[in-house]
């Protein structure tokens, strides 16, 4: 032990002193991801357990590329014997770390794993961990670090997520910044010549996914009260049904209620977006809660099999409670839910004409408004707001005035 490289960066240092069991990293490039993972690797293989030590990389090709020398340079003179075709390597004692391709699973099966590195598993099918891994995982209560630079919000970014929730795991995040041993002048050079999404997954490490950029979200404004007159419009787009199907909560879309008053100006002042997965009976209460209390000169829904069925039922509560509403059915009027959201919403928030309330949804519509168009990223909250565009009516003819004193020359015909 005496012989190894084990000197660590303060964060690799704060990850293997952590004790929880399963370890979620998500690290900008060359923060030093790899030497964190080929130091587990050698400590637990050495730790005198039972049980096999794997490290898993998207391919088996980028398994050699990566770890095999980073292992060498660090365990050299502990290693008994190493098979560059098996890519298995030996320490003292007996002890073999594999080096695995999660293109391969069929080679993950059938083992009993003391400690796993998953490395870019952004990059890997989920059911390789999920249906292969995790249980290899279980006789033993092995550990696990999964480490990786983000790809969006994909499954990756559910596990770094659930990591907050679930006992025994944690989760950690950290910029290519937090390597002292990188040029912080390289890093800013990378700022100044990619992409803004390039330079934030990459060196930030950052979920947030792959966008065209349509909307600035830096030039979003915010108010506290709306000082101008106008109308209330209520635009709703309707997902499932909690508790309707056996889709994962987390995957099913969000119901989305958008509440909002356009100014004779034509300026739209957004006063509240409500959005959640409810059942049938929830949805209808929070429709006609939200009718109740902003009285909205028109009410739009999306036509569809959620519509057909919110109807009925909240058509019963109307006559219930004593106030008859009418709805409007919206549609997307054969276009692409981008080209549709888009034409309703960029050139708004491009020229200022709208304007959010200050609340707790906000983070969420910025958030969607970021991020769109991605398949990783909800959409609900603009979806709903884009809506109003077939709703609202503005005069934009106020104030031209007309010649009072022109009269029809004759009677029958006009002129």
């Given amino acids: 032990m005496s012989d190894l490289n084990l000197q660590l960066l303060p964060w690799q240092e704060e990850v293997m002193q952590d004790s929880s069991r ?36 998207p391919t088996q090709g980028q398994a050699r590329d990566v770890i095999w020398h980073t292992i060498f340079d660090i365990a050299n003179d502990i290693i008994e014997r190493s098979h560059i075709n098996n890519l298995e ?24 794993l003391k ?26 209560k092995g550990s696990l670090i999964a ?46 010549t990619l992409p803004s999404w390039a330079f934030q997954q990459e060196f930030m490490a950052s979920f947030d996914a792959r966008t065209g950029g349509i909307f600035d979200t830096d030039n979003f404004i915010f108010h506290d009260e709306i000082k101008d007159p106008g109308d209330y419009y209520i635009s709703i787009d309707l997902a499932g049904f909690k508790n309707q199907g056996q889709r994962k909560a987390k995957k099913r879309d969000n119901s989305a209620i958008a509440v909002t008053k356009v100014a004779p100006s034509g300026k739209w002042y957004v006063e509240d977006i409500i959005y959640g997965q409810w059942s049938l009976d929830e949805t209808c209460q929070k429709v006609f809660d939200a ?4 009285r909205p ?31 409007e059915l919206l549609t997307h009027g054969n276009q692409k839910k981008e080209d549709r959201i888009s034409w309703a919403l960029e050139g708004r928030f491009a020229n200022g004409m709208i304007s959010l309330r200050k609340a707790d949804w906000n983070a969420t519509f910025v958030d969607e408004a970021a991020n769109f168009p991605s398949t990783l990223v909800h959409d609900d909250l603009i979806d709903s707001l884009s809506y109003c565009d077939q709703l609202a009516q503005v005069a934009y003819l106020d104030g031209i005035e007309l010649q009072e004193e022109w009269e029809p020359m004759d009677d029958a015909i006009g002129y």
């Fill in 22 to 57: 399963f370890k979620i990293v998500a690290a900008g490039r060359r923060t030093g991801k790899s030497h964190l993972a080929a130091i587990s690797l050698i400590l637990s293989a050495l730790d005198g357990r039972e049980g096999k030590v794997f490290y898993v990389a």
């Fill in 89 to 112: 390597i030996t320490l003292s004692g007996g002890n073999t770390i594999y080096l695995k391709g999660a293109d391969r699973p069929d080679s993950l099966r059938g083992v009993s």
């Fill in 115 to 140: 400690h796993l590195v998953l490395d870019e598993y952004a990059f890997m099918k989920p059911d390789v961990f999920e249906s292969i891994l995790r249980p290899a995982l279980a006789d033993r």
């Fill in 147 to 192: 480490i990786g630079t983000p790809e969006g919000r994909n499954h990756f970014y559910d596990m770094f997520q659930g990591a907050t929730g679930w006992e025994g795991w944690s989760q950690f995040h950290y910029t290519s910044f937090d390597n002292p041993l990188v040029d912080k002048a390289e890093i800013e050079h990378a700022r100044s």
């Fill in 291 to 294: 009718v109740e209390k902003y």
């Fill in 297 to 327: 000169l028109k009410i739009g829904m999306e036509r569809g099999i959620a519509q057909q069925a919110v109807m009925s039922p909240l058509g019963d509560l109307m006559r219930r409670r004593g106030r008859v509403f009418r709805i």
